[in-house]
């Protein structure tokens, strides 16, 4: 599975944001997707993720209320809708990609396949 992530920009607080994700290669090797974060000097972090088949959503709750994640099966795409930034919400997104149902949905690790990082900068 390969990961093309997008939408990244520079907005103000308050502002909106939506970030998309295209997965592309074998389609069944996904369990769920999720979007992590990472800024400068800080350990990669865990967003959102969802299950690909049922649909189950998972926030942090620092971005509970405020992100919304999808998906559309059909079109192998995965969307990060971010409502009300705030200045700590700059960092670089990852998307990633999980093959096993094994594993926390909350962890970098367990996840398999990652995007490169596209840049989310919220200025106050």
């Known amino acids: 599975v390969q990961l093309q992530a997008s939408g990244g920009g520079v907005v103000q607080t308050g502002d909106s944001l939506t970030l998309s994700c295209a997965a592309t290669?074998?389609?069944?090797?996904?369990?769920?997707m999720g979007w992590f974060r990472q800024a400068p000097g800080k350990e990669r972090e865990f967003v959102a993720a969802?299950?690909?088949?049922?649909?189950?959503?998972y926030y942090a709750d620092s971005v509970k209320g405020r992100f919304t994640i999808s998906r559309v099966k059909a079109e192998n795409t995965v969307s990060l809708q971010m409502n009300v930034l705030k200045p700590e919400d700059t960092a670089s997104y990852y998307c990633?990609?999980?093959?096993?149902?094994?594993?926390?949905?909350?962890?970098?690790?367990?996840?398999?396949?990652w995007g490169q990082g596209t840049q989310v900068t919220v200025s106050s």
């Open positions: 990633a990609a999980k093959k096993f149902p094994s594993g926390s949905y909350y962890y970098a690790n367990p996840y398999d396949y």
């Open positions: 290669g074998h389609n069944a090797d996904k369990i769920a």
């Open positions: 969802i299950g690909w088949n049922d649909g189950r959503t």
